[in-house]
Nanobody
Framework: QVQLVESGGGLVQAGGSLRLSCVAS????????MGWFRQAPGKEREFVAA????????YYADSVKGRFTISRDNAKNTVYLQMNSLKPEDTAVYYC?????????????????WGQGTQVTVSS
């Protein structure tokens, strides 16, 4: 069993920055790839970014490439999502997810565990 707890969401103006954190507990965090997804009202949950178990491989959705950075600190069992140059269309609930795979998938169904989510609201 894995527990994931996100934090760091909030209200920010367009062009601003936020850093999301996700703390994992319950199993060996360092051997799991991690991902961030988001879900806006009325829309399906979509892939944002993912990182391999060692952090050497990362993937990003085209919509956030160049603005968001995913990273991890295995000593702290934490994965981060640094979000810069935020846009109103980035407004969503952001979810952290864990998979037993070593390489990070972009497909939602390949993740086994999910956090409760943290709200990010970007005002124009």
């Amino acid at each position: 069993q894995v527990q994931l707890v996100e934090s760091g969401g909030g209200l920010v103006q367009a062009g601003g920055s936020l850093r999301l954190s996700c703390v994992a507990s319950g199993r060996t965090f360092s051997s799991a790839a991690m991902g961030w997804f988001r879900q806006a009202p009325g829309k399906e949950r979509e892939f944002v970014a993912a990182i391999s178990w060692r952090g050497g491989t990362t993937y990003y959705a085209d919509s956030v490439k160049g603005r968001f950075t995913i990273s991890r600190d295995n000593a702290k069992n934490t994965v981060y999502l640094q979000m810069n140059s935020l846009k109103p269309e980035d407004t969503a609930v952001y979810y952290c997810a864990s998979t037993s795979r070593l390489l990070p998938p972009t497909e939602r169904y390949k993740y086994n565990y999910w956090g409760q989510g943290t709200q990010v609201t970007v005002s124009s």
